[in-house]
């Protein structure tokens, strides 16, 4: 029962690079979305989707870019790394149908740090 | 954007003993879900409770209870006989039909369980 799979778990980004972090989920879940997390504080949305082919921004979409090609995956574009985003980023997902009682299913997180 | 707010960043309970924790947030909608999640040091996200709006029975999970007051908009999780596992962090969170369907968690309480 693999539900959301993020990868890579850790990495460490040079100021200036790009990376991808890969986000999927088996459950057939129509929204799915990538928060981030700094040290001590609560989640943040980034962008998130309702379907494939659709995205949108949440709160903190500066630096990074998302698409949404399949049901399944939804990874996350880091540009030109900074040391602001240094934070553990979480890809979630959730059924919204008729009913909103559907809990948030969560990744493991991947811990990114760029020097 | 709903807010939903978590007025204890820091809390500390004896083992066995009860802690409640707080949680407020802003609505105007009259049909929602409230819940909480517990996130311990590996950063899993783990669902607690949930509560939906217009049930007046408060949830219960084993030794996790909700009180729910709909007119005052607060949503306090009471965590009896603490244990040991219970140390993390807390997030409550709001999801209402009218908000894009999207998840808004508070900025976390931290829970400490001292032997």
């Known amino acids: 029962n693999a539900g959301v799979t993020q990868t890579p778990k850790f990495r460490i980004l040079k100021i200036g690079q790009s990376m991808t972090l890969q986000c999927a989920q088996d459950?057939?879940?129509?929204?799915m979305y990538w928060y981030r997390q700094d040290p001590g504080m609560g989640l943040k949305l980034i962008y998130y989707?309702?379907?494939?082919?659709?995205?949108d921004k949440g709160e903190v979409p500066n630096g990074y870019n998302v698409s949404r090609s399949t049901t399944e995956d939804f990874p996350l574009r880091l540009e030109l790394a900074a040391p602001s985003q240094t934070s553990v980023y979480f890809c979630?997902?959730?059924?919204?149908?008729?009913?909103?009682?559907?809990?948030?299913?969560f990744g493991e997180g991947s811990w990114l740090t760029v020097v | 954007a709903q807010t939903v707010t978590q007025s204890q960043p820091e809390m500390s309970v004896q083992e066995a003993e009860t802690v409640t924790l707080s949680c407020t947030y802003d609505?105007?909608?009259?049909?929602?879900?409230l819940f909480w999640y517990k996130q311990p040091p590996s950063r899993q996200m783990i669902l607690v409770i949930r509560?939906?709006?217009?049930?007046?029975q408060n949830a219960t999970e084993n030794r996790f209870s909700v009180n729910f007051q709909k007119a005052a908009k607060s949503f306090s999780l009471k965590i009896s006989d603490s244990q040991l596992g219970d140390a993390a962090m807390y997030f409550c969170?709001?999801?209402?039909?009218?908000?894009?369907?999207?998840?808004?968690f508070g900025t976390g309480t931290s829970l400490t369980v001292i032997p």
């Open positions: 979630a997902s959730s059924y919204a149908g008729q009913g909103l009682g559907d809990t948030i299913y």
């Open positions: 459950m057939n879940h129509n929204y």
């Open positions: 989707s309702v379907g494939a082919g659709i995205t």
């Open positions: 609505t105007s909608e009259s049909d929602y879900y």
């Open positions: 509560q939906e709006a217009y049930k007046q």
């Open positions: 969170a709001y999801r209402g039909p009218n908000t894009g369907n999207q998840f808004y």
